[in-house]
């Protein structure tokens, strides 16, 4: 990605040794300024993949949260791979009036 995109000046991932799982983030504005933190938790192993059930976004300014809680996850289930291509991506966050 080009870093001179990015909202961000640096973003900083918190890792498990054993689990490949961000549970923690940290994104910091061009000033240097803490702004949104990612939490992670409920680490479980499906299908021999592991993946949070609980993730929370916390944005420090606005005093906000997101949150989302994963109740059931199915993993390969055999999608055409022509869903993901870039263009497909983007036509289908296009909304359609």
Do not use: C
Not at 31 to 47: F, W
Not at 55 to 64: A, G, L, N, P
Not at 78 to 83: F, N, S, T, Y
Request: glycine share 4%; aromatic share 8%.
């Amino acid at each position: 990605m080009d870093a001179t995109r990015s909202q961000y000046k640096y973003v900083y991932y918190r890792i498990v040794q054993d689990v490949p799982v961000i549970p923690h983030a940290e994104r910091y504005d061009r000033d240097g300024k803490l702004v949104r933190e990612l939490h992670a938790s409920g680490l479980k192993k499906g299908a021999n993949i592991w993946s949070a059930r609980h993730v929370e976004m916390k944005s420090v300014e606005e005093r906000t949260r997101t949150v989302l809680t994963i109740d059931e996850v199915k993993f390969n289930q055999h999608l055409d791979e022509k869903l993901f291509t870039p263009e497909n991506l983007e036509n289908s966050l296009t909304i359609k009036h």
